[in-house]
């Protein structure tokens, strides 16, 4: 269940002296690495990755392996604590941190083994490593995961709730990729879930994993590495309301044509230069034979002018990755930066796109309302959906996550104009919101979208149906059943 916790002080949600002094002789005992508030590394430990955030938890620990992950739980348990895992990256909304004061943090970055096993193609992972770490140690072994493209996202969450990239259409989800787990119970326990060992737990950690456990290792199935790659980026640098309009009907219809799954893609807006206008660009990938690339991508390019400018880079897999992701693969040589920002998503159902006036609407609102905002934002239109999508070709009861009918993945996202707090709630708030409002109030009443976990939104109106759709009464019960107390408890959980 998701249990609200209301705001109290800093002072009366910290450990009280005798407790804190209680669980750091805990930790020492059991070779448990941990941070506490008087310590002189917490407020950099503590540090959200969107500053919008400042989050003080009890503690944060840092084990290196599943038992210490146990001790850990069981002790925040004995202090009638939350728990909450660290997955190595970050939180929209610092679900990593509790999304709230006073909960025990399990940061999980000191557990980054990665075993690439030649024999099946599996990978043992680790859910302390990041997605430009993995990319790197699975290619130096000739294999691949469907993942997104940011290198330092942590594995846990990503594969938790979704896991989408531009291979997703190929290869699906990064959860669907998942074969087994080692997860850590509230009480304490440590288990294996697959299809055939603890397979309701199995089916939960596939799309609402923080709720019910730690996931300490994840077995995948992996791909072979594409032998080749070509990332594309095309631009207009202003567009009318009209003919961005159509751009996007216009990718609604070629969706639905027979695409290659080899084909991955999202459309970027921003702001135009002039009210009534808006920044456009077309942005992907393509794995197949290079010699098929223009032929797959040209009939959409028909049906736009011609852009302002395009930029075609061919290459290796591992290349599209760094590419694509735009910062270092390796996290190790550089820490990243963060972000003071709201975010929010929308998932168009296949069945019942985005209707011609849902369509103008939304685009009139960022052509006019966009240009006028003191937020620098953009919003990404990604292609989950379609022919041949391996991600809606899974059968949606087969795990938890609750949408396997998507067309687009929308992701709406406002930062600070300088991407330091303060973030202008009054107005960027809104601003995101009516952009949302903008679509739905120009679609049916009982239109079925939903919300993505990947991209948590603390504000979200009806969360679990937007975010867990029709699996939301099975997810309660297990909760109750594998988490009575609500151990691992935070904002949109379970």
Known sequence: ???????????????????????????????????????????????????????????????????????????????????????????????????????????????????????????????????????????????????????????????????????????????????????????????????????????????????????????????????????FQYGWDSLTITAASHAIASFQEFAQTSIAPEFGAELVFSAGPSSGHVAFGLTGAWYGAPANFNATVAPYLKTLPAPSWQTITPGSYINSVSVLAGQPLNTSTAAENGDTFYEKSLMTPEGSPMSAAAIQAFVTYMAVQGFSSSTAWFVEVELFGGSNSAINAVPLDSTAFAKRDTLFTMQLYASSSNSEPPYPSAVGFTFLDGMVASILTNSPADWSYGAYLNYADD????????????????????????????????????
């Open 1 to 231: 269940m998701f249990v609200s916790v209301p705001f109290l002080s800093l002072a009366s949600l910290l450990l009280g002296a005798s407790a804190q002094s209680s669980l750091q002789q805990n930790f020492t005992a059991l070779g448990v690495s941990a941070v506490f508030p008087t310590d002189a590394t917490y407020s950099s430990v503590s540090q959200a990755y969107n500053k919008r955030f400042t989050i003080d938890p009890a503690a944060v620990a840092f084990p290196t392996n599943a038992q210490q992950v146990s001790e850990i739980i069981q002790a925040g348990v004995a202090q009638n604590m939350a728990v909450v895992a660290r997955s190595g990256g970050h939180s929209y909304i610092a679900n990593g941190l509790g999304g709230t004061n006073g909960s025990l943090i399990v940061d999980l970055s000191k557990m980054k083994a990665i075993s690439v096993r030649s024999s099946n193609n599996t990978a043992l992972i680790e859910t302390g490593n990041r997605l430009g770490d993995i990319a790197l140690a699975l290619n130096a072994a000739g294999r691949a995961l469907p993942h997104g493209t940011c290198s330092y996202v942590g594995i846990g969450g990503h594969s938790g709730y979704g896991g989408f990239g531009f291979t997703s259409r190929a290869w699906g989800l990064t959860l669907d990729t998942i074969k087994s787990a080692t997860v850590v119970l509230a009480n304490g326990t440590i288990v294996t879930a697959s299809s055939t060992v603890n397979t309701d737990l199995f089916w939960a950690i596939r799309g609402a994993s923080p709720s019910f456990g730690i996931v300490t290792s994840i077995e995948v199935q992996t791909f072979p590495a594409p032998a080749s790659a070509i990332v």
């Open 459 to 494: 504000r979200l109106v009806n969360a679990s149906t937007r975010y867990y759709g029709s699996h939301y009464p099975r997810l309660q019960a297990l909760k109750a059943a594998l988490d009575p107390r609500d151990t691992f408890r935070f904002p949109i959980g379970v």
